[in-house]
Structures are given as structure tokens and as C-alpha cells.
């Protein structure tokens, strides 16, 4: 499978659909950029789902900031659950779920906090899908946190939206007010 993928991602980029980002500089794992043919590929697929989801006169448009205050984030509960417990392979660095590694290896994890999972894995003595060690278990946030502004302290923190609807909630309000919808 890894060869197939391999192969679709030089045809795209032989074809001028998508290159990997900052790939001049030895690339940034996981970020790509649209290429002439990708760029105008995406711009169908975004006009075609726009006439697809606004055609009724009761539906409006939104296009929220992909940053967002950290109190929307709160209230929501995206930043006190919003994370998932990780292991790493000491060896290959790969980075897996401790719970999908306790699950895969015949354990039930429901009900289960962070601490109980660890005990299980090194009771067990689990290892990495390579055979390998394991770290200990650590919460990785799955929001991407950054700072606004000059200065990168509490109050400048903010984070990149994990999931579009957030932003029709909290312009609910502001689209009702100003569309004049009942």
C-alpha cells in the first residue's frame, strides 16, 4: 500500500496537483501545497459544494477564522478532552494511541484514565508494533496552539479551529441579526 501511495503522490506531483510543503528545505511532514492543477481542482470542488449546501433561501454562508479564542475552546471542552494518551516506539519514534496498543493487544480500556492504561502497559509488558520498547504515556493535545501578537504569553494564546462547526455557533447570533432570520 505504502507503494501505491508513493506512486499517486509523484504522478500528483509530476502533474503539478500537489507538492510537498517547504519540500526545497527538505519538506514539512503531514502539510502540502496545491500546485496550478491542485489549486484550481480544489476551487471546483469548493464552488461545487457551495451551490450544493446554499441553495436554499433558509441556509446562509459563513467562513469563520481558523483562529479562534481560547474560551471558545474551553467552554466547548475541547481543551480539557480534546487530547489523547500517546506511547512512542524508543527505536522508530513512530507515535500510537496507548489505548488503540492495549485494545490491539486484547485489552478493555473502557472507563479506563491515562494512568490505568499505563499500568496495564508495563504490567504487560507491551511493546511497539516493531517489537520495540515503549515510552511512558503522555497526553498529546490534538488543537494546534499558538500565540497572537508580539508577545507569547497566557494572554496571547489562541487555537487553530479542530472542527469547522465551532464557528457557526459562535456567530449564531451575528448571521441571525444581520440576515434578518427568525
Known amino acids: 500500500m ?3 501511495m508513493d506512486e499517486i503522490v509523484s504522478l500528483c506531483k509530476r502533474r503539478g496537483f500537489v507538492f510537498q510543503s517547504s519540500e526545497i528545505y527538505g519538506g514539512l511532514s503531514g502539510c502540502w501545497d496545491y500546485g496550478p492543477l491542485g489549486v484550481q481542482v480544489l476551487r471546483n470542488v469548493k464552488e461545487a459544494w457551495w451551490r450544493a449546501m446554499t ?3 433558509d441556509i446562509e454562508g459563513l467562513d469563520a477564522s481558523i483562529l479562534m479564542h481560547p474560551r ?3 467552554a466547548s471542552g475541547h481543551v480539557a478532552g480534546f487530547s489523547d494518551p500517546l506511547v512512542e516506539d524508543k527505536v522508530t519514534h ?3 494511541r496507548l489505548d488503540h496498543i492495549l485494545e490491539d493487544n486484547g485489552h478493555d480500556v473502557t472507563g479506563l484514565n491515562m494512568e490505568q492504561m499505563a499500568e496495564l502497559l508495563a504490567e504487560h509488558n507491551i511493546k511497539s ?3 520495540n520498547e515503549l515510552t511512558a504515556p503522555r497526553q ?3 488543537m494546534f496552539k499558538t500565540h497572537v501578537g508580539p508577545v507569547e504569553d497566557a494572554a496571547s494564546v489562541a ?3 479542530p472542527e469547522t462547526a465551532q464557528g457557526i455557533f459562535v456567530n449564531f447570533a451575528n448571521v441571525q441579526a444581520a440576515m434578518r432570520k427568525k
Do not use: P, Q
Open 94 to 96: 513512530e507515535r500510537f
Open 72 to 74: 471558545v475552546w474551553e
Open 2 to 4: 505504502a507503494d501505491v
Open 55 to 57: 441553495f436554499r433561501e
Open 140 to 142: 498529546f493535545n490534538l
Open 129 to 131: 508494533t516493531k517489537g
Open 159 to 161: 487555537y487553530l479551529r
